[in-house]
T-cell receptor, first 114, second 113 residues
């Protein structure tokens, strides 16, 4: 099985712009979670989607949003980019979205905001 | 406030010796813990997990120990190999947080040959 894929792998944007990141989970997986990794804060949970519904949300401002499609692919959008949004954005998928199920991570999208 | 802490940013070990990576947590509601390994330019890879009803879980060279009273867990790698050189993240899960994992900031392990 192919692993979790994320596109694009690298992205440079300027402040005030918006960005959309994409995540394709492992085939058959229905849960997709997004995490932000920064040197200062480490890995932080953004939100989780399951069957096209946001089921869980971390402590991030409303500029961060997401959605999931019927094929379980997910997108994350960040509007009005700030310098502090520069980070590695990781998505993770799991089969049934049960809490103690292993989450498999993609390679991430590295976003640089100038 | 950090709920999962990995107080050692780095650890250096010789090949063949034991690597011990430590993790402390503050939230007593955490009942499931995981370790992930991350190489540069790759996403974290799941290594091993442990439920709070156990105090030890083994998988090959990797063993995780959980001390609930001390709110402490550790990952032992025996024997350590150069390919184990990576960043290791401890993560925790609680019922009220759903599937969200709370991660520590990681420990960089360097195994020299």
């Amino acid at each position: 099985k192919a692993g979790v894929t994320q596109t694009p792998r690298y992205l440079i944007k300027t402040r005030g712009q918006q960005v959309t990141l994409s995540c394709s989970p492992i085939s058959g997986h229905r849960s997709v979670s997004w995490y932000q990794q920064t040197p200062g804060q480490g890995l932080q949970f953004l939100f989780e989607y399951f069957s096209e519904t946001q089921r869980n949300k971390g402590n991030f401002p409303g500029r961060f949003s997401g959605r999931q499609f019927s094929n379980s692919r997910s997108e994350m959008n960040v509007s009005t980019l700030e310098l502090g949004d520069s980070a590695l954005y990781l998505c993770a998928s799991s089969s049934s979205g049960r809490r103690k199920e292993t989450q498999y991570f993609g390679p991430g999208t590295r976003l640089l905001v100038l | 406030d950090q709920q999962v802490k990995q107080n050692s940013p780095s650890l250096s070990v010789q090949e063949g010796r034991i690597s011990i990576l430590n993790c402390d947590y503050t939230n007593s509601m955490f009942d499931y813990f995981l370790w992930y390994k991350k190489y540069p330019a790759e996403g974290p890879t799941f290594l091993i997990s442990i439920s709070s009803i156990k105090d030890k879980n083994e998988d090959g060279r990797f063993t995780v120990f959980l001390n609930k009273s001390a709110k402490h867990l550790s990952l032992h790698i025996v024997p350590s190999q150069p390919g184990d050189s990576a960043v290791y993240f401890c993560a925790a899960s609680a019922q009220q947080a759903g599937t969200a994992l709370i991660f520590g900031k990681g420990t960089t392990l360097s195994v020299s040959s």
